[in-house]
């Protein structure tokens, strides 16, 4: 099994620029989450979706931030336009509902807007 | 918003010594969860609890869910220089499906 993939692994960008960022979460897994993590306010809890729709989007800091999770097995975060806070790394978790105790996370994507 | 505090915030340690850290809450919690994310990588669950009073090991580790279902601690025994990382907690509250809290982590390094 290949595990949650992420990427791109590194994105640098300049401020304004568009940023997307793209999960595969693990075949069969029907929730899938976006975090950020930061050294300030640790790991936060952006988006999460269940069976390919949006359950609780509370998270998203503003506007700027959009997730779609268009099928089973792919999942994109947006950010337009991007703002040097936005400097962060973020990951991507899949589990199976009713398994909700083992959240598998990506490696990250780490992301800098200058 | 429900959160989650540990201690210590950090810790340095000699190779083979025993480490202690805990997460702490101010409104009960359904389920308690230990990650360990090493540097680069996302976390990986090390240790799931699911009712109060709970005390479960995987291997070197114990972790122990609080009687008062507000508290938990993770126990490390005879620490390694692989055991190097950034320890989560994290809990699922009542109220929530599927949203977990984390909290903001215990940073430890082993001297070997």
């Known amino acids: 099994d290949a595990g949650v993939i992420q990427s791109p692994r590194h994105e640098v960008t300049e401020m304004g620029q568009e940023v997307t960022l793209r999960c595969k979460p693990i075949s069969g897994h029907n929730s899938l989450f976006w975090y950020r993590q930061t050294m300030m306010r640790g790991l936060e809890l952006l988006i999460y979706?269940?069976?390919?729709?949006?359950?609780?989007d509370s998270g998203m800091p503003e506007d700027r931030f959009s997730a779609k999770m268009p099928n089973a097995s792919f999942s994109t975060l947006k950010i337009q336009p991007s703002e040097p806070r936005d400097s962060a790394v973020y990951f991507c978790?899949?589990?199976?509902?009713?398994?909700?105790?083992?959240?598998?996370f990506g490696p990250g994507t780490r992301l800098t807007v200058l | 918003g429900q959160q989650l505090n540990q201690s210590p915030q950090s810790m340095f340690i000699q190779e083979g010594e025993d480490v202690s850290m805990n997460c702490t809450s101010s409104?009960?919690?359904?389920?308690w969860l230990w990650y360990k994310q090493d540097p680069g990588e996302g976390p990986v669950l090390l240790i799931a609890?699911?009712?109060?009073?709970e005390l479960t090991s995987n291997g070197r580790l114990t972790a122990q869910f609080g009687i008062t279902r507000k508290d938990s601690f993770l126990n490390i025994s005879a620490s390694i220089p692989s055991d190097v990382g950034i320890y989560f907690c994290?809990?699922?509250?009542?109220?929530?499906?599927?949203?977990?809290?984390f909290g903001p982590g215990t940073s430890l390094s082993v001297i070997p």
């Open positions: 994290a809990g699922w509250p009542p109220t929530s499906y599927d949203k977990v809290i």
């Open positions: 978790a899949s589990t199976q509902t009713g398994n909700t105790d083992t959240q598998y």
């Open positions: 979706f269940n069976n390919n729709v949006p359950i609780d």
């Open positions: 609890l699911y009712k109060a009073g």
């Open positions: 409104s009960i919690f359904n389920t």
